[in-house]
């Protein structure tokens, strides 16, 4: 590798060395360098401004109200692309570590891959040089068994980590950087000329954000790559994840601050309720009840945030995307009438996003792809749904946090509990993503099924299936035990499978029992001793930065 003052860099993963060669060039950790040195004095004042208006929060002075300065404002985002005007069918949690499901994704008849450093990939070293290093070499035509020609492929909208993520592997004028600019230095480094030349990007998807002054940062961040790297204004374009309660309150703003450089926005239902828990859960009026028997976007709070997303979006020329299908088709004999009800059910609930008037969605099982290119063509044979315009002139502010009556059941508490468990458990092996009862579950999953028991046990909620009983921590460890036994009687025999399960018990035990709310699990995770401890191990590296 070369080297750079100033630039410190962990050394290659075991068997790696080749990729990480090709990635990590003096020209690259330039890039980084200059990227870094501009950038980030601003990317502390966004992460002081996350802290002051908790603070607000805490002091009870904010309020639900929408304030949008561009609203009276005539104005439209940006002609896009004709590849970006049809963006009905996503890939989602597509970890370009996986290199097996990456290139399968390549091939797929979908109009885009959400390539995923965030939510559907764990940040291991190991899985950084990977997942850089495969997104480089399919750009260049150049990953052993992809196609020939990236711009035969799907669009590449490359997600990288937000800023709530730090890469532990890499230190700057002496400070770790933060994973969103080290993941989009090095990937526009590489590949935003050849992408731009191609017409195929870059694109992106930007999560986490709170706030149009983040948004405002990203488009810094653009305008300054374009002008660094020779591209066309405007070239680079990002669709913003509103996935957080306070961003629902500032859509219009933020989709103007990226106006340039913007596709539109993306709904979402387990980050964005989970948000609800982190800024306002210790409050019981905002006790969210169990998730899989009373939560879903047929509830005003969700149907209202939809609604009003594609409300903005389309008045200003921009796309409304929504979230993630999760199921997973079965195989073997037999499946054949369980594949066509999970087919039908997934059809039936994105037929409802799609009557509502959103321009597309993502699903994560390829072999899905087909039937839901079917619902598309036969619902909305046009690239997009611009011209539905729905009514919000019921949305009020607080109709976004009016949260649904119900309750609290022992499978769904015993379901919270096994996804945050199996999560932090698959974490450890340096997996994003882990599949249950017919489901992919990611860390938008196990953000929500967390949170919810965190609030349960602050609130003493009540079990409405078990009559005088309250969620507490006794509880909650008590069905983790049989959880454990359960699973140390079929899966989990190895005894090194056995001392990982018995840390995710500690670690989730932990996150529940904090007497503060741990905002993010994934960077609880990713900053946990163990965790580095235990990959710097497998990776074989020498040091810690």
């Known amino acids: 590798m070369e080297t750079i003052r100033d630039v410190c860099i ?14 990590f060039t003096k020209g690259a950790i330039q890039f980084l360098l200059d990227l870094y040195t501009e950038f980030d004095g601003e990317v502390e004042k966004l992460l002081r401004r996350r802290l002051e208006r908790q603070l607000y929060i805490k002091q009870g002075k904010w309020k639900p109200e929408f304030r949008n300065n561009s609203e009276e404002l005539d104005w439209k985002i940006n002609d896009l692309p004709a590849r970006l005007r049809n963006r009905k069918l996503d890939l989602g949690d597509v970890s370009p570590a996986n290199t097996t499901n990456f290139v399968d994704s390549l091939y797929a008849k979908v109009q885009g891959i959400q390539v995923d450093f965030d939510d559907g990939h764990c940040p291991t070293w190991r899985n950084t040089v990977q997942g850089l290093y495969n997104v480089t070499k399919a750009v260049h035509a150049a990953l052993p068994g992809a196609p020939a020609n990236i711009k035969a492929c799907p669009l590449l909208m490359l997600r990288p980590r937000a800023f709530n993520m730090i890469e532990h592997h890499c230190m700057v004028n002496g400070k770790q950087v933060v994973g969103p600019l080290f993941d989009f230095a090095i990937l526009m480094y590489h590949n935003a000329k050849l992408m731009a030349d191609l017409e195929v990007g870059p694109y992106f998807y930007l999560s986490k954000i709170e706030g149009p ?3 405002q940062l990203w488009n810094k961040i653009f305008t300054w790559t374009e ?12 669709c913003v994840l509103i996935e957080n309660i306070l961003a629902a309150y500032r859509m219009e703003d933020i989709l103007h601050s990226l106006k340039e450089h913007a596709i539109g926005l993306n709904c979402g239902i387990w980050d964005y309720s989970a948000s609800i828990i982190a800024k306002f859960g210790d409050g019981p009026d905002f006790m969210i009840p169990d998730r899989n028997k009373y939560v879903n976007m047929g509830q005003s709070f969700l149907k209202n945030y939809m609604t009003l997303l594609i409300h903005i979006c389309h008045k200003r020329g921009a796309l409304a995307t929504g979230g993630m299908a999760a199921k997973i088709l079965p195989c073997g004999k037999g499946s054949n009438n369980v594949v066509d009800d999970i087919v039908n059910g997934v059809k039936l609930a994105k037929s409802i996003e799609i009557d509502a008037g959103v321009d597309g969605f993502m699903i994560y099982d390829l072999r899905m792809v087909d039937a839901i290119n079917d619902l598309w063509s036969f619902k909305c044979p046009t690239d997009n749904q611009l011209h539905c315009l729905p009514n919000v002139d019921h949305i009020t502010g607080f109709s976004l946090i009016k949260i649904p009556t119900g309750g609290v059941t022992m499978q769904g508490l015993n379901n919270n509990i096994t996804v945050a468990l199996l999560f932090i458990y698959h974490w ?4 994003g993503v ?8 990611d860390s938008a999953t196990a953000e929500i099924s967390r949170s919810q028991i965190w609030q349960w046990i602050r609130h003493k909620a009540q079990i409405e299936d078990k009559p005088g009983a309250h969620v507490t921590r006794l509880l909650v460890y008590t069905m983790l035990e049989e959880i454990i036994g359960n699973a140390y009687k079929t899966w989990c025999t190895s005894t090194a499978d056995r001392k990982r399960l018995l840390s995710s018990k500690y670690i989730l035990l932990e996150i529940i029992s904090s007497r503060h709310y741990i905002e993010y699990i994934t960077t609880y995770l990713s900053d946990s001793h163990k965790f580095r401890t235990l990959h710097n191990k497998n990776d074989g590296l020498e040091s810690k930065l």
Request: no cysteine; net charge neutral.
């Open 434 to 441: 882990f599949y249950l009862n017919g489901a992919v579950e």
């Open 227 to 238: 002008h660094r790297l020779n591209l066309r204004s405007g070239t680079i374009k990002a």
């Open 10 to 23: 962990e050394g290659s993963p075991h068997r790696l060395e080749n990729a990480y060669r090709e990635i």
């Open 428 to 431: 450890l092996t340096g997996s």
């Open 213 to 215: 002054n983040e948004t």
